[in-house]
C-alpha cells in the first residue's frame, strides 16, 4: 500500500466543513404541500421568502396545494393527437377526398 499519495475517503477540494467556511444558514420554515393522490411534499423555505401557494409532486407529477384536505384539482392533459387527427379537425371527409384526387391527378399529369 506504499506510495499512495493523500487520503481515503477524500477529494480533491475537500476541506473542512462547517460554519465557519461556508456561513451560516439563514432561519428556515418547512412548507407541506399536498397532492391529489395524497402525497406529502415538504420544502424548507427561508423565513423571509414568499412560498408559492402551488408545488409540484416529485412522485407522481400532479400539482400539489397547502390544503391536505383540499387539494388542487388534477389539469385535464389533452390526449396525444397524431396529424391525421388534426386534419381531421380542419376538413371533411369529402374535402379530404377532393384534395386527394387534385393531388394525385397532378402527379399523374407530370409523370
Given at each position: 500500500m506504499a506510495g499512495r499519495g493523500g487520503i481515503r475517503g477524500s477529494q480533491v477540494g475537500a476541506g473542512p466543513m462547517g460554519e465557519?467556511?461556508?456561513?451560516?444558514?439563514a432561519p428556515r420554515?418547512?412548507?407541506?404541500?399536498?397532492?391529489?393522490?395524497?402525497?406529502?411534499?415538504?420544502?424548507?423555505?427561508?423565513?423571509?421568502?414568499?412560498?408559492?401557494?402551488?408545488?409540484d409532486c416529485p412522485k407522481?407529477?400532479?400539482?400539489?396545494?397547502?390544503?391536505?384536505h383540499n387539494v388542487p384539482a388534477p389539469a385535464s392533459a389533452a390526449p396525444y393527437m397524431t396529424h391525421l387527427g388534426y386534419l381531421r379537425q380542419r376538413?371533411?371527409?369529402?374535402?379530404?377526398?377532393?384534395?386527394?384526387?387534385?393531388?394525385?391527378?397532378?402527379?399523374?399529369?407530370?409523370?
Open positions: 465557519n467556511e461556508r456561513g451560516e444558514l420554515t418547512v412548507v407541506s404541500f399536498w397532492c391529489a393522490n395524497g402525497h406529502e411534499v415538504r420544502i424548507g423555505f427561508a423565513l423571509e421568502a414568499d412560498h408559492p401557494d402551488v408545488w407522481c407529477g400532479l400539482i400539489a396545494g397547502l390544503d391536505r376538413r371533411s371527409q369529402e374535402e379530404g377526398d377532393i384534395l386527394l384526387e387534385e393531388a394525385l391527378a397532378k402527379l399523374r399529369g407530370s409523370v
